[in-house]
């Protein structure tokens, strides 16, 4: 799906058809026709399309070099984006995200999924000499950011998942875990291969950027830079919480396990008693009419004697 948007009274609105006005192509989830017609049109490698058309695609830099602004530039930078794990529960996994600069000065964004992100650009209020680079800029800091609101989305569930370590004793915790810690690892390799891109990008003289546009490039980075020591802090800490929630698992099984012990103990009691005077052979008490009540009496208090100890000596 190919859409054009252009800037109407500082907002970005859809256009029905490309005209050049248009800055910004976004394709999203592109087919094959597509992809030819744009790559066609812009005269750029196929791949810089066809990339994000896999999944597990690097972030990645090209032409960013150039001594002059001849040939299209690519910025492949990946976004969190939330899915469904296997085991039921929300995982977040970083996808491919292409930006393409063209000598004559229009962007071509690429992605095989919906981002999130670009729904707030589009809500976005530019300023009113807004330039083809505030979209570049806003478009890389929308998605840098998604990154620390997911962060902190996922601080808040593992906090929750904290107050339920003390009662846990089946694994649907762990399952959380587990996939809270997958989302931590997909963050922090792509905040790395982030960082890596747009650090050249900060060292390029290509955008001719003037100290604002820098300055604003140099905000993304520290954004990405807080989002990378945030997942790489954040997942040392799932880690041991992990290492800690399994422990205190195993521990309530075995107090569980202990109270069902004791007190099988305690109910052998009867049993054993009940057992010896169903025997037919001579039994004390055999003769005597309250024999039941002197029984049953002895039983109550043999068990009751029996509680005591378990409980004095914390098996119970």
């Given amino acids: 799906m190919i859409k054009y948007f252009a800037l109407e009274n500082s907002v970005l609105k859809e256009q029905e058809h490309f005209t050049e006005k248009v800055p910004w192509i976004c394709l999203e989830h592109p087919t ?45 930078l990946q976004f969190p984006l939330n899915t469904l794990s296997p085991t039921g529960f929300l995982l977040t996994e970083t996808y491919p995200f292409s930006l393409i600069l063209t000598p004559d000065k229009k962007l071509i964004t690429v992605s095989n999924y919906e981002p999130p992100f670009v729904k707030k650009v589009l809500q976005k209020e530019f300023p009113e000499n807004a330039t083809l680079w505030d979209i570049l800029f806003q478009l890389i800091w929308e998605l840098t950011f998604g990154f ?19 009662v846990a004793t089946e694994n649907e915790q762990l399952y959380q875990i587990m996939d809270i810690q997958k989302s931590l690892i997909y963050f922090q390799e792509a905040t790395v291969d982030n960082q890596q891109v747009l650090e050249n990008f900060y060292k390029s003289d290509l955008l001719q950027l003037s100290e604002k546009q820098r300055g604003q490039l140099h905000d993304i980075l520290v954004e990405n830079r807080q989002a990378l020591i945030s997942s790489r802090l954040q997942l040392k800490l799932v880690e041991k919480m992990n290492e800690t929630f399994s422990s205190i698992v ?14 099988t103990i305690v109910l052998t009691i009867p049993t054993i008693i009940g057992g010896l005077f169903g025997m037919n052979v001579a039994l004390p008490f055999a003769n005597r009419q309250d024999a039941f009540i002197l029984i049953f ?17 914390r098996f119970l």
Avoid at 35 to 55: G, H, R, S
Avoid at 297 to 313: D, E, H, P
């Fill in 250 to 263: 195993s521990n309530n099984l075995n107090n569980v396990m202990k109270i069902l012990t004791s007190l």
């Fill in 148 to 166: 620390n609101e997911l962060l902190a989305t996922m601080k808040k569930n593992v906090a929750t998942l904290e107050k339920k370590i003390q």
């Fill in 32 to 76: 094959v026709e597509e992809i030819n017609f744009i790559q066609n049109k812009y005269t750029f490698p196929k791949d810089y399309i066809t990339a994000v058309l896999d999944d597990t695609e690097n972030s990645r830099f090209e032409k960013l070099n150039q001594e002059t602004f001849a040939k299209s530039a690519l910025i492949l």
């Fill in 297 to 313: 009496l002895g039983t109550f208090i043999l068990c009751i004697l029996a509680v005591y100890y378990l409980r004095k000596n």
